[in-house]
Nanobody, 116 residues
Framework: QVQLVESGGGLVQPGGSLRLSCAVS????????MGWYRQAPGKEREFLAA???????NYAESVKGRFTISRDNAKNTVSLRMNSLKPEDTAVYYC??????????WGQGTQVTVSS
C-alpha cells in the first residue's frame, strides 16, 4: 500500500522557520531517492529538494541555502527544514520519489502559509 503523509505545515511570519515531515511506505522509501515539491495557487508543482539513499542532496535554486532535506532510513521518513521563509514560499508542500510525475500517487500535502 502506497503511503505518503505530509505534516508540519502552518502559518508562519516572514523570516520564520518550519520543519515538514513525511511518512513514506517502505515500498517507495527503501529504493528511491526522495524529494520535496510544492504547488502554489495557479502554478505548476515545483521541485524543491532531493535526498539520495546515501544522504547526498540536491536543491532548486529558489530554496538553496534556506531549506535542508534529510531522511531517516530507519523510520522511512523524509523531512524538510525551512528557514528564512518568504511570502512566496506559500504553497502546499508534498513529498514523493525524485522525478515523480503527475501520474504517480501523491499524498494530501501540507499547507505552508508565510504571512505577517
Amino acid at each position: 500500500q502506497v503511503q505518503l503523509v505530509e505534516s508540519g505545515g502552518g502559518l508562519v511570519q516572514p523570516g520564520g522557520s518550519l520543519r515538514l515531515s513525511c511518512a513514506v511506505s517502505a515500498s517507495i522509501f527503501s529504493i528511491n531517492t526522495m524529494g520535496w515539491y510544492r504547488q502554489a495557487p495557479g502554478k505548476e508543482r515545483e521541485f524543491l529538494a532531493a535526498v539520495w539513499i546515501g544522504g547526498s542532496t540536491n536543491y532548486a535554486e529558489s530554496v538553496k541555502g534556506r531549506f535542508t532535506i534529510s531522511r531517516d532510513n530507519a523510520k522511512n521518513t523524509v523531512s524538510l527544514r525551512m528557514n528564512s521563509l518568504k511570502p512566496e514560499d506559500t504553497a502546499v508542500y508534498y513529498c514523493n520519489k525524485f522525478l515523480a510525475s503527475a501520474r504517480d500517487y501523491w499524498g494530501q500535502g501540507t499547507q505552508v502559509t508565510v504571512s505577517s
